[in-house]
């Protein structure tokens, strides 16, 4: 292939062709030069026409151009996998030549002593899309110390955060410009997007800004979300994640979750195993032929330094003792051979040894970078350390996110027989002592021999592709390109696993069957039900009506009748959830005289392991009512809690609740069987041929009423699909639920289909575009 020219050799003894296919010796022309540039909508496709093909009229070529910072320039196009029989061919091509100028910003920074960096953040080739809530149309397009990235966003150039509203007739405005680093504000680590788009509304503001608020949360997997400040031209987002905790909380939390030669990445979950190299002897040298010998994570055999659990040796001199311990560290983790032979003023030499991602065309070698009288460095590129990774999650939007399956110290591992299932989610397997699979596979299939030691090894796949949605709007993740197909040696072994809403908290994987070189697999998870709809019941008892979870609020109020919150402008507002209406005008969150709304929806959201209680129509404010949201966060630690401030504007208030009650162990859930015990009783009282004619009438009501939905219009027909799929896999469908968040909630329940709801930044979406 050639993008800007033709090919240098003739494809099938003709000239003109930029792209030639070579199948079983045969050359085919499927794209002839020049090809046909299409660089609207901010992207930058190159669309080839060739020869005729087999199976249709004439190949047709798409070359995808993304931009991508950190790829190299001579970076390589990648072919979309397709089937023996497909004319259209997708290639997308990766390059820091397919992108803008570069516009970021430091993203450290010091406080009080602690050093906190948000890089890891920073996207380089794809964006955050993040749903504004009371808006079903608009996103916010985001990155972090860096200006957002222009393939299908045509954000202005120095944005580091903009509004994608398909309405507007100028469809993409900026929230504010990359200008200055992190900092902290009243105890809080932010970002700030200033001088944005001029500000439409009657206040003072001239630009729109944005300003990022992170808290630090080591277990939190979540996207940012956006709570509010559209109105004041002051847009607000949250984000809960490792990355806003200071560097030594992140080094403490990876040393306890560190193994043998394994450590874990704290913010991305990645996990660093260098086993492999733990049982051969390496050699550097110095610039005067000087030999040093050293291993990995285990002490050399020789008696060249002595018997003194020697991990690095030069000339019979110990650098340094043998150690098992990986430290992470951002950019790579490293070891650390201290206690090694005296060398100047009573101290002893020590040796770090530092692991770096391989760049494109760098040889995997060690390299002795430095050395003194008392320290020697040791640097060692290797893709062993590199954090390849997919999304876990099927969108950009995050609506059904499978990042907390995802396994760092150990694997799932499901029997059958004499059989082993070795699974990991969206990241390679942990290494196991025995389980000698190929590097880098996601599941493996192992036999257990009479002395249970692994054999016939197997590899399922490669963690290669996020999760997507099948026909039946099921979570699928895919692996592929796993060890050779036995009944066809052409064919690579492959993996799949449906994710099936289900109230059990995570459950397991469950083996169903093998059939064309693919292995199938169950998953049965809360995990894949998103964000759905709950209910009240008094006293006080919130319920998930999906998955008949219960939990009783007025545990909150056993200690307090009421909680009493200062916002930083001495704003003091009443909550109670349970007996508003004794204490707050009707109202569970009050100011004065003034009810902040009654309830009009319960959502929770296992993605972000949230319950949200959000209320409207309160009291009369300017042109409109006040209106509130509590959230509440599942957190042990907490016991009761304390509900806090979390954002105030002129007519609303929203808060947030760490506390134990909205946690798991609180959770009840309704008795089935006694429920269909008092459906058998109400049907007892009835004779068969009565129950048949009342099922008749029910049955004939519903379609009725089905019909008269279903042919209104276009718009209800596709409101009712989702969900006729939705009774037809009761207890095992996905949740057809976007994360949109107006008074129609309801509705848009039924409206998830719609891709004007549901936009994203994927791949998938550039080559429908």
Same mark, same amino acid.
């Given at each position: 292939?050639?993008?800007?020219?033709?090919?240098?050799?003739?494809?099938?003894?003709?000239?003109?062709?930029?792209?030639?296919?070579?199948?079983?010796?045969?050359?085919?022309?499927?794209?002839?030069?020049?090809?046909?540039?299409?660089?609207?909508?901010?992207?930058?496709?190159?669309?080839?026409?060739?020869?005729?093909?087999?199976?249709?009229?004439?190949?047709?070529?798409?070359?995808?151009?993304?931009?991508?910072?950190?790829?190299?320039?001579?970076?390589? +196009?990648?072919?979309?996998?397709? $089937?023996?029989?497909? &004319?259209?061919?997708?290639?997308? =091509?990766? @390059?820091?030549? !397919? %992108?803008?100028?570069?516009?970021?910003?430091?993203?450290?920074?010091?406080?009080?002593?602690?050093?906190?960096?948000?890089?890891?953040?920073?996207?380089?080739?794809?964006?955050?899309?993040?749903?504004?809530?009371?808006?079903?149309?608009?996103?916010?397009?985001?990155?972090?110390?860096?200006?957002?990235?222009?393939?299908?966003?045509?954000?202005?150039?120095?944005?580091?955060?903009?509004?994608?509203?398909?309405?507007?007739?100028?469809?993409?405005?900026?929230?504010?410009?990359?200008?200055?680093?992190?900092?902290?504000?009243?105890?809080?680590?932010?970002?700030?997007?200033?001088?944005?788009?001029?500000?439409?509304?009657?206040?003072?503001?001239?630009?729109?800004?944005?300003?990022?608020?992170?808290?630090?949360?080591?277990?939190?997997?979540? +996207?940012?979300?956006?709570?509010? $400040?559209?109105?004041? &031209?002051?847009?607000?987002?949250? =984000?809960? @994640?490792?990355? !806003? %905790?200071?560097?030594?909380?992140?080094?403490?939390?990876?040393?306890?979750?560190?193994?043998?030669?394994?450590?874990?990445?704290?913010?991305?979950?990645?996990?660093?195993?260098?086993?492999?190299?733990?049982?051969?002897?390496?050699?550097?040298?110095?610039?005067?032929?000087?030999?040093?010998?050293?291993?990995?994570?285990?002490?050399?055999?020789?008696?060249?330094?002595?018997?003194?659990?020697?991990?690095?040796?030069?000339?019979?001199?110990?650098?340094?003792?043998?150690?098992?311990?990986?430290?992470?560290?951002?950019?790579?983790?490293?070891?650390?051979?201290?206690?090694?032979?005296?060398?100047?003023?009573?101290?002893?030499?020590?040796?770090?040894?530092?692991?770096?991602?391989?760049?494109?065309?760098?040889?995997?070698?060690?390299?002795?970078?430095?050395?003194?009288?008392?320290?020697?460095?040791?640097?060692?590129?290797?893709?062993?350390?590199?954090?390849?990774?997919?999304?876990?999650?099927?969108?950009?939007?995050?609506?059904?996110?499978?990042?907390?399956?995802?396994?760092?110290?150990?694997?799932?591992?499901?029997?059958?027989?004499?059989?082993?299932?070795?699974?990991?989610?969206?990241?390679?397997?942990?290494?196991?002592?025995?389980?000698?699979?190929?590097?880098?596979?996601?599941?493996?299939?192992?036999?257990?021999?009479?002395?249970?030691?692994?054999?016939?090894?197997?590899?399922?796949?490669?963690?290669?592709?996020?999760?997507?949605?099948?026909?039946?709007?099921?979570?699928?993740?895919?692996?592929?390109?796993?060890?050779?197909?036995?009944?066809?040696?052409?064919?690579?072994?492959?993996?799949?696993?449906?994710?099936?809403?289900?109230?059990?908290?995570?459950?397991?994987?469950?083996?169903?069957?093998?059939?064309?070189?693919?292995?199938?697999?169950?998953?049965?998870?809360?995990?894949?039900?998103?964000?759905?709809?709950?209910?009240?019941?008094?006293?006080?008892?919130?319920?998930?009506?999906?998955?008949?979870?219960?939990?009783?609020?007025?545990?909150?109020?056993?200690?307090?009748?009421?909680?009493?919150?200062?916002?930083?402008?001495?704003?003091?507002?009443?909550?109670?959830?349970?007996?508003?209406?004794?204490?707050?005008?009707?109202?569970?969150?009050?100011?004065?005289?003034?009810?902040?709304?009654?309830?009009?929806?319960?959502?929770?959201?296992?993605?972000?392991?949230?319950?949200?209680?959000?209320?409207?129509?309160?009291?009369?404010?300017?042109?409109?009512?006040?209106?509130?949201?509590?959230?509440?966060?599942?957190?042990?630690?907490?016991?009761?809690?304390?509900?806090?401030?979390?954002?105030?504007?002129?007519?609303?208030?929203?808060?947030?609740?760490?506390?134990?009650?909205?946690?798991?162990?609180?959770?009840?859930?309704?008795?089935?069987?006694?429920?269909?015990?008092?459906?058998?009783?109400?049907?007892?009282?009835?004779?068969?041929?009565?129950?048949?004619?009342?099922?008749?009438?029910?049955?004939?009501?519903?379609?009725?009423?089905?019909?008269?939905?279903?042919?209104?219009?276009?718009?209800?027909?596709?409101?009712?699909?989702?969900?006729?799929?939705?009774?037809?896999?009761?207890?095992?469908?996905?949740?057809?639920?976007?994360?949109?968040?107006?008074?129609?909630?309801?509705?848009?329940?039924?409206?998830?289909?719609?891709?004007?709801?549901?936009?994203?930044?994927?791949?998938?979406?550039?080559?429908?575009?």
């Amino acid at each position: 292939m050639q993008l800007c020219s033709p090919l240098i050799k003739k494809c099938n003894n003709q000239d003109g062709y930029a792209i030639c296919l070579i199948k079983n010796n045969v050359e085919k022309g499927i794209g002839r030069y020049p090809p046909v540039l299409d660089n609207s909508q901010g992207r930058i496709l190159f669309n080839f026409t060739g020869d005729s093909c087999p199976f249709g009229s004439n190949y047709t070529v798409t070359v995808i151009m993304l931009c991508d910072y950190d790829s190299e320039n001579n970076s390589y +196009p990648e072919l979309f996998a397709h $089937g023996d029989k497909q &004319c259209n061919l997708y290639i997308v =091509w990766r @390059t820091v030549l !397919a %992108c803008l100028p570069k516009v970021q910003t430091n993203c450290t920074v010091a406080n009080g002593g602690h050093y906190y960096d948000l890089s890891p953040l920073t996207r380089t080739s794809e964006n955050y899309v993040i749903l504004v809530k009371n808006d079903t149309k608009s996103r916010i397009v985001l990155n972090v110390c860096h200006n957002v990235i222009h393939h299908g966003a045509m954000c202005p150039l120095n944005s580091g955060a903009c509004l994608d509203n398909p309405e507007s007739i100028n469809r993409y405005s900026s929230l504010g410009d990359v200008q200055k680093p992190p900092f902290f504000s009243n105890g809080n680590l932010l970002i700030e997007y200033e001088n944005g788009g001029l500000c439409t509304q009657n206040i003072p503001a001239q630009h729109i800004k944005t300003t990022i608020t992170f808290k630090c949360n080591l277990e939190a997997t979540g +996207p940012p979300e956006y709570i509010g $400040g559209k109105e004041d &031209c002051h847009y607000q987002l949250i =984000w809960y @994640t490792p990355a !806003a %905790c200071d560097i030594k909380t992140l080094l403490t939390y990876s040393a306890k979750t560190a193994g043998k030669c394994i450590v874990r990445n704290p913010v991305t979950n990645f996990t660093y195993t260098l086993q492999t190299l733990m049982y051969k002897d390496f050699t550097v040298t110095n610039l005067n032929g000087t030999e040093y010998k050293f291993r990995v994570c285990s002490e050399l055999t020789d008696n060249t330094c002595g018997d003194k659990k020697t991990g690095i040796c030069k000339q019979g001199t110990v650098l340094g003792q043998a150690s098992t311990n990986l430290i992470w560290q951002q950019g790579g983790p490293y070891l650390n051979y201290t206690n090694g032979d005296l060398c100047e003023n009573g101290m002893r030499h020590y040796t770090l040894i530092r692991f770096f991602c391989e760049p494109q065309g760098s040889p995997s070698r060690p390299l002795l970078i430095k050395e003194n009288s008392c320290q020697t460095i040791i640097h060692w590129n290797t893709d062993l350390v590199c954090e390849k990774k997919i999304k876990c999650a099927i969108d950009n939007n995050d609506e059904i996110n499978l990042t907390p399956l995802i396994k760092s110290t150990n694997n799932y591992v499901i029997k059958a027989n004499d059989t082993e299932f070795h699974i990991n989610i969206c990241r390679p397997l942990v290494s196991t002592q025995g389980l000698t699979c190929a590097h880098g596979s996601a599941a493996c299939k192992v036999s257990l021999t009479s002395k249970n030691e692994y054999t016939n090894e197997v590899s399922l796949g490669f963690p290669e592709d996020s999760p997507t949605l099948n026909k039946d709007f099921l979570t699928v993740l895919r692996y592929t390109n796993g060890s050779q197909c036995p009944e066809n040696p052409a064919k690579t072994i492959s993996s799949n696993f449906t994710f099936i809403c289900n109230n059990n908290n995570q459950g397991l994987p469950v083996y169903k069957h093998y059939i064309n070189c693919t292995y199938v697999f169950e998953w049965n998870t809360s995990i894949a039900c998103g964000a759905v709809i709950g209910s009240w019941s008094a006293p006080c008892i919130i319920r998930d009506n999906f998955l008949s979870y219960e939990y009783d609020f007025s545990l909150l109020y056993k200690k307090k009748q009421i909680y009493y919150v200062k916002s930083k402008q001495g704003t003091e507002y009443a909550l109670n959830i349970c007996g508003g209406e004794k204490y707050c005008s009707g109202s569970a969150v009050c100011h004065e005289d003034n009810g902040y709304g009654s309830l009009r929806s319960v959502i929770f959201d296992y993605s972000r392991d949230d319950v949200k209680l959000k209320y409207s129509n309160g009291s009369k404010c300017n042109n409109s009512s006040y209106t509130s949201e509590v959230r509440f966060i599942c957190n042990e630690s907490m016991g009761i809690g304390a509900p806090k401030m979390l954002l105030e504007s002129q007519c609303s208030a929203e808060f947030e609740w760490h506390t134990e009650v909205i946690c798991a162990k609180h959770a009840s859930s309704r008795n089935a069987s006694q429920e269909n015990a008092s459906s058998s009783r109400i049907l007892e009282q009835f004779s068969s041929s009565h129950a048949g004619v009342v099922a008749g009438v029910v049955l004939t009501v519903i379609a009725v009423l089905a019909a008269l939905i279903y042919f209104r219009n276009p718009v209800e027909r596709a409101c009712c699909r989702p969900w006729t799929n939705l009774f037809n896999r009761r207890g095992t469908g996905r949740v057809q639920y976007c994360r949109v968040d107006t008074t129609e909630e309801a509705r848009l329940l039924l409206d998830a289909s719609d891709p004007t709801q549901c936009q994203s930044d994927s791949d998938d979406d550039l080559l429908n575009a």
